[in-house]
């Protein structure tokens, strides 16, 4: 885990216009229909890894009854975020779009007095970020990418949600799924949600390494779930990759995307 010096370094290399990462900022929310994406498929009980993003993933997994979930994203600053949509969701609210800066300030300094350290310290992050911006919009910075066509259904099971977030910390690893994995993990999973990390990983070497670490990851029988919007449907280097030890099929296609198709699929582990 890295460290929150770590993260407000990073936070101000983001604000200042000089990172360079090519994904160093964060999703206000899921770009997906999480709606229909979990009426077709079947989590309950199972063992889940997931990228962190905008949190949305996460929460609508738990809302589905899965049994236990770990995450990972490339961007460190999404466990930060987070923390704060685990705040805001106690209030019911799926965004900070319809709360104050000063309402904000005030749930922050709240959980600056919580024992979980992960819990302080992203209190203290986000306590140095509300005070470099100058706007009246939480989202109006560098730091995020707005996205406004999120489709979920959680919000109305907030408390079971937050029940089960506040029995651990959370579990996060800060790597790039695309690169090869260093450690291996003991836990292993019935299901990886990579969302549309493929899409911008088209290269046959960094396919390869993904289709590397999904045998490493999966349990037999287990499956990755993906989706892929259509201006990216250049998939045949990735399906032949991953038909050496998965099979394939399509879960469901939608256009709402503001008229994009979005296909979302899973390859099952042989």
Known sequence: MRSLDDDIKYLYTILNGKNEDQFGFLYTRSNENLIKLFDELDVKDQDVYVVLSSSDLLFSLIANKANHVDTFDINPISYRYYYLRKWLLQYKLLNADSISIKGLSN???????????????????????LGYINSINFYDSLLFEH???????YQDKAEIILEKLNQTDLKFDCIDICSKLDNKKDRKYDKVFL????????????????????????????????????????????????????????????????????????????
């Open 107 to 129: 749930i922050v300094n709240i959980n600056k007095k919580s024992n979980i350290k992960g819990e302080v310290e992203s209190a203290i992050f986000w306590q140095y970020y």
């Open 195 to 270: 969302s549309n990390i493929l899409d911008y990983n088209r290269k046959r070497e960094k396919l390869e390494i993904v289709y590397n670490n999904m045998l490493q990851l999966l349990k037999d029988g287990g499956s990755i779930i993906c989706s892929n919007i259509e201006n990216y449907r250049t998939i045949d280097i990735e399906r032949e990759i991953f038909s050496k030890g998965f099979s394939y099929n399509e879960i469901f296609t939608d256009d709402y995307r503001r008229n994009r198709d979005v296909t979302y699929y899973q390859y099952r582990k042989k």
């Open 147 to 153: 996205a406004d066509n999120s489709i979920v259904s």
